[in-house]
């Protein structure tokens, strides 16, 4: 039988260690969205759309953490700046920007437990992100159809430039059919992945991953998805600043 040296034990210990301890940081900064989203005080209208909008595997796809700086682009009533605030807690910052803010959003996060959150209020294609490469995420869910081509691809640029080198840039939209390009972006409010993954890399990144969390093989993707509500398949995009 092979005797293990008492140096080469030593080493092994060592390296065992070092792994445990990986194991509990990454466990300290990767918060339980599950439990984030089962918190009595969010809303009930944002609680009866998280079966269509899978949070608890979404923002674990993009590897969001505890102590990270991201932003949520087109906020709307705020569904995923109030997760991502809490993902992020209090040592993290989440950059909400929108062209404006209705009345109750502003409302929603002047309160305390959000205290983490920036309204950034103004055009997309100008959007006040830090210009400093500070950044580890940005989101923009179900919105980048709603941009006119040209704001996109300013947007994109301003993104790149506030993301830090090897930073996640998220892009979750309505599906349309492959090769429409933008044609159904004003009447079903869906958009070509194809297109997103050329406008994105176009500006800089490199498509990291996608997530099929939110696919719907069967949808026909010929309907106006507001009017048959959480039917459609939807694209779950990570693109990387190189």
Known sequence: MKMVSLRNAGSLLFSVALLVMSACATTQTSPDVTAILANPQRPAEDKQIDAARKPAEVVPFYGVKSG?????LVTGRGYYTAILSQVVGEKGVVYSASRTFRPEVKDRFKDSNFANVRLLEGPLETVALPQDASLDF???????HDLEPAVRVAMNK???AA???????GVVDHSAKDGSG???ANTLHRIDKLLVIKEVTGAGFTLAKEGDMLRRPEDTRDFNVFKERNKDDRFVLAFRKP
């Open 68 to 72: 990270d700086k991201v932003a949520d």
């Open 138 to 144: 940005v989101l923009i869910h179900l919105s980048y």
């Open 158 to 160: 301003r993104v790149l």
């Open 163 to 169: 993301l830090k080198k090897g930073g996640l840039y």
């Open 182 to 184: 933008n044609e159904a």
